[in-house]
């Protein structure tokens, strides 16, 4: 157990509809990450947000959204799903706000249908 | 953006050899880290290195930054270490910190 929690492990939803994935940083870590593995894009970065604060923004598209809440841990946000959202969704945490290692969890499964 | 290339992108080696992956970039950089992904799709960090060299047991890492790239040696290779590793190298600009990944080298170490 790597310490950072990401539920749920697996979703399968239909287009169009809206899903919302959850991070539990591990206990101390102050900024939270997500990322996307999709098979046509490989590893992409998402969001980057430290001490509730957004923090860095990477390839996220406009129909995502993400926010850290007081207790730290962090929501992510799909609406208007396509079949190309389909992808592995990881979230990691550490310490700073920059530098250092990061620890991932075990990411969340998400099928669109 | 910045562009990362790893090499080789693919990688077989019998149980006990050794080998170099290489990640080379294109511009300077903040920040430079070293991932596996084993077979189950679980991300481990390796190495957090912006400059010089780390050792953790089996695995070192190797970054040269002036002349933009990084290494990670395995020695005596066992099974366990099969899966894809990836370098990813942080950039920070006046937007924030932005993240760029390899796309990775997939090794398979047989028995």
């Known amino acids: 157990d790597s310490g950072v929690t990401q539920t749920p492990k697996h979703l399968i939803t239909a287009t169009g509809q809206r899903v919302t994935l959850r991070c539990s940083p591990r206990?101390?870590?102050?900024?939270v990450y997500w990322y996307q593995q999709s098979l046509d894009q490989g590893l992409q970065f998402l969001i980057q947000?430290?001490?509730?604060?957004?923090?860095a923004k990477g390839n996220i598209l406009e129909r995502f959204s993400a926010q850290q809440f007081p207790d730290l841990h962090s929501e992510l946000n799909l609406s208007s799903l396509e079949l190309g959202d389909s992808a592995l969704y990881f979230c990691?945490?550490?310490?700073?706000?920059?530098?250092?290692?990061?620890?991932f969890g075990s990411g969340t499964r998400l099928t669109v249908v | 953006g910045i562009q990362v290339e790893q090499s080789p992108p693919d990688l077989i080696l019998q149980e006990g050899a050794n080998s170099t992956l290489r990640c080379n970039f294109s511009?300077?950089?903040?920040?430079l880290q070293w991932f596996h992904q084993n077979p189950w799709g679980q991300l481990i960090n390796l190495f957090y290195?912006?400059?010089g060299t780390k050792q953790n047991g089996r695995l070192s890492a190797t970054t040269v930054a002036t002349e933009r790239y990084s290494l990670l040696y395995i020695s005596s290779s066992q099974t366990t270490d099969s899966g894809v590793y990836f370098c990813?190298?942080?950039?920070?600009?006046?937007?924030?910190?932005?993240?760029?990944f390899g796309t990775g080298t997939s090794l398979t170490v047989i028995p």
């Open positions: 990691a945490s550490s310490v700073v706000a920059q530098g250092g290692g990061y620890t």
């Open positions: 206990s101390g870590d102050l900024s």
């Open positions: 947000y430290y001490n509730g604060e957004e923090r």
């Open positions: 511009d300077s950089v903040n920040n």
């Open positions: 290195i912006p400059s």
């Open positions: 990813a190298v942080v950039q920070a600009d006046n937007t924030g910190n932005q993240f760029y």
